[in-house]
Every structure is written in structure tokens, then in C-alpha cells.
């Protein structure tokens, strides 16, 4: 098993993890107890994106000084312990503190994505970052349907054991990496992929052009204003779906609500076999930005076949903006600073999935869970006017990629922003 093919598992597993009970926490608190408040689903929602943000800038700081895969799977033995202690809380206040607490833990495997980039190649972190997509979205497909299915038929303990076992995996194959691939790596595997530097390597202050930092901050609100818009329609999608289409079958549910994922796979297949020939405008930020807007406003429509057709618009979106945006990201870091880089802006993607919980609450208690589509939309096409006129993905993107030649590397560092 390769370095990579572990972490892609290992992602998938997390990725699993998160999705079993996400589309059904508004029937999850209603079934366990007894709470019905749109306000209070999505205020926990909120809570659990100030818990990863807050913890994954501590989580690659403290990567300087314990390796990676050491410091996993001491986290992911005690997310997976807390999600068993969690499906035994009395109360819904105990269940808030020691979930809570499970996803601080969870939160270091987000570092296995800039783990896995300094094992890569450059020009190979297109591939790379669209797997981890493909295994995100089928994960969350698997995440979903099967989340939905346990929490219908045995009940809300079951959903959390589901989710401890995602951990329990997550920790046995660090151990695997950690005393069986580390051995067998070569030399020049070792040199590009370890985390493990000498002390005098881990305490030596870092330095950088200012414009990197101008680059990144730009990206960063980017990155913001695109998921806030992305997530404000996914707190409450089961239940809108269920209000449209009353098959009462929480597993078709699932299935809907990962649509998406299913969208990501083709669009993996398709990126590969034909964008990098032709038809080069659906690579194109801006149009994505605007296929994505017109599949939100479908489904805000509540007919269920627009419903369908829009999940399928919004999937391709998500995936081609995700990637190009996560790419970016590592075409103007470097792999000193991927780390620290990626902590940042998933603090920023973070913030704007709290901020759209936050929303997504009032929204639906005040004006319905179609207006919420609508708003979304807004924000697909602001974001892309924000694109054109501040930054330029597209733009940033392309240079990046001119800037991992090594004797443009230093040209472009000072060029930044």
C-alpha cells in the first residue's frame, strides 16, 4: 500500500465519519431529544466549525514538533472514544461538551492533506487533489445513505458507534504507515514526504515575501464567501426534501443529498479525458461559479425533478471550484509553509460554514428553506465578481503552476498579490 493510497483511505474514513449523521441532525435531536428548533440544528452546526478552526492551527502547529502520523493517532483514538461517550450523554448539553470535544480530536486528520501534497510532485497536485475530492464526495455519498439508514432503523446510539468506528480505522492505519510503509519508503520518498525534520529544522523561523501573505489573505476570503454560500443549503436539505417528495425513506434522502459526490466522480473522469484538450471554458472558475447558481435556484424551486437537475449543476460546481481553489492554494505556498498555509484557509472555509449555519437557522425560520437556495445562488455569483475584480483564480492559478519551475520560483514569490 502507497503513502498515497492510505491517505486516500484514511480520508475516506474521516470523511465517512463526518457524513453519517450531518444531513440528520435536525431528526437526530428530535429523535434523541426531543428538540425541534431549526435554530438550535444549525447554531451546532456553527459550533462545530469554530471547534475546527479553532483546533487545526494548533493541530499543524504542533506537527513542528511530533510527526504527523505519531500525533494522528493518539487524536483519533480519543475522537473515537468520545463519539462512544457521546452516545451515551443524558442530556443534550452533555451530548453539545464531549461532541465538541470529538471534533477537536478529529480535526488533525485534516492534516493528511498537506502531508500527502509534499509527497507530490507539483505538477501532479491536480490528480491529487481531485481524488481526495472524488474520495470526499463518495464518502460522503456512503457517509450519507448509510447514516441515514442506521439513524431510521436503530436508532440515534448507532449513528454515534458508526461514527466512532471511521476513528478506530483512521488510528490502525497510522499504526500500519507508522511501523510498515515508513520502513519500506526510499530514500527520495522519505526526503520529500517526512514531517520529521531535525529540532534546529522545526524551531527555525520561517520567513516569506509580503506578497505571498497578500495572495494567500485574498484567497483565504475567497475561499470565505464561497463556502458560505456552498454550505447555507445543507443544514436543512433532508428536511426540505422530505417535504417535497414524501417517500418518508431516509435512505433515498441520503442518496439525494449526496448526489454531489456521484456528480464529483464524473467530473473527475471528465477533466481527465477531455478538459486539458478542449472545451477549456468549463474549467473556467467564473462558469462554474454560474452552473452552480442556476442548480441552487432549481432546487429552490420544490419540484422534485428540478430538485434532482439542480443537485447535479451544484455537484459539478462544487467539485470544479473546490479543486481549482484548493490547487491555488498550493501553487503560491510552498511545501515549507503547506502546513501552516492550509491551516489558514481552512480557518477562512471554517468561518464561512459557520457564518452559513448561523444563517441557514434564521433563514429557514423566517422565510423557508427555498429563500435559502436563493440567497446561496446570490452568493455563487458575488463570489465570482469578487474573483474577477480582487483576485483571479484562474489567473493565480496558471502562474503558480509557471512558479513551481524552479527558475521562476523566486520571480514569482516577489510578484505575488
Given at each position: ?285 467564473a462558469v462554474n461559479l454560474l452552473i452552480g447558481a442556476t442548480g441552487l435556484l432549481l432546487q429552490a424551486s420544490s419540484s422534485p425533478l428540478f430538485v434532482l437537475i439542480g443537485r447535479c449543476l451544484y455537484g459539478w460546481s462544487l467539485f470544479q471550484v473546490v479543486v481549482k481553489l484548493e490547487v491555488t492554494l498550493f501553487r503560491i505556498s510552498q511545501p515549507a ?81
Amino acid at each position: 500500500m502507497t503513502l498515497r493510497i492510505a491517505i486516500l483511505i484514511m480520508s475516506a474514513c474521516g470523511v465517512i465519519s463526518d457524513s453519517i449523521l450531518i444531513a440528520f441532525y435536525p431528526q437526530f435531536f428530535e429523535l434523541r431529544y426531543g428538540l425541534t428548533s431549526p435554530v438550535h440544528v444549525g447554531a451546532y452546526i456553527a459550533a462545530i466549525s469554530i471547534a475546527v478552526m479553532c483546533a487545526l492551527p494548533f493541530w499543524a502547529k504542533l506537527t513542528r514538533r511530533i510527526e504527523t502520523l505519531h500525533l494522528l493517532w493518539i487524536t483519533q483514538f480519543l475522537a473515537g472514544s468520545l463519539a462512544i461517550a457521546s452516545a451515551h450523554a443524558p442530556t443534550v448539553q452533555v451530548y453539545w461538551v464531549l461532541t465538541m470535544l470529538m471534533f477537536i480530536m478529529k480535526a488533525s486528520y485534516l492534516l493528511l492533506f498537506p502531508y500527502l501534497m509534499r509527497a507530490e510532485k507539483p505538477e501532479n497536485h491536480g490528480l491529487v487533489i481531485g481524488m481526495v475530492a472524488v474520495v470526499v464526495h463518495v464518502g460522503a455519498i456512503f457517509g450519507a445513505s448509510v447514516g441515514g439508514s442506521v439513524l431510521e432503523h436503530l436508532g440515534p446510539e448507532a449513528s454515534m458507534y458508526l461514527m466512532s468506528a471511521g476513528d478506530f480505522v483512521q488510528m490502525g492505519i497510522c499504526f500500519f504507515l507508522i511501523f510498515s510503509v515508513s520502513k519500506a519508503r526510499t530514500s527520495e520518498e522519505k526526503t520529500r514526504a517526512s514531517n520529521d525534520k531535525t529540532p534546529a529544522e522545526k524551531n527555525e523561523k520561517l520567513t516569506r515575501p509580503a506578497g505571498a501573505w497578500i495572495a494567500l489573505a485574498k484567497l483565504s476570503g475567497l475561499m470565505l464567501l464561497f463556502d458560505m454560500s456552498a454550505y447555507l443549503v445543507r443544514p436543512f436539505f433532508s428536511v426540505y426534501w422530505e417535504s417535497i417528495y414524501a417517500s418518508g425513506n431516509q435512505t433515498i434522502t441520503g442518496i439525494v443529498f449526496a448526489i454531489p459526490g456521484m456528480v464529483a466522480i464524473i467530473g473527475l473522469i471528465i477533466n481527465k479525458s477531455f478538459l486539458k484538450n478542449k472545451f477549456r471554458n468549463l474549467d473556467h472558475t467564473a462558469v462554474n461559479l454560474l452552473i452552480g447558481a442556476t442548480g441552487l435556484l432549481l432546487q429552490a424551486s420544490s419540484s422534485p425533478l428540478f430538485v434532482l437537475i439542480g443537485r447535479c449543476l451544484y455537484g459539478w460546481s462544487l467539485f470544479q471550484v473546490v479543486v481549482k481553489l484548493e490547487v491555488t492554494l498550493f501553487r503560491i505556498s510552498q511545501p515549507a509553509f503547506y502546513d501552516r498555509d492550509f491551516a489558514v484557509t481552512n480557518f477562512f472555509q471554517n468561518f464561512g460554514v459557520l457564518l452559513a449555519s448561523f444563517a441557514a437557522g434564521y433563514i429557514v425560520s423566517w422565510i423557508g428553506v427555498p429563500m435559502s437556495f436563493a440567497l446561496a445562488a446570490a452568493g455563487f455569483i458575488f463570489t465570482a465578481i469578487i474573483d474577477r475584480s480582487v483576485f483571479g483564480v484562474d489567473r493565480h492559478h496558471q502562474r503558480g503552476l509557471a512558479a513551481h519551475q524552479p527558475h521562476q520560483q523566486k520571480k514569482f514569490a516577489l510578484e505575488e498579490g
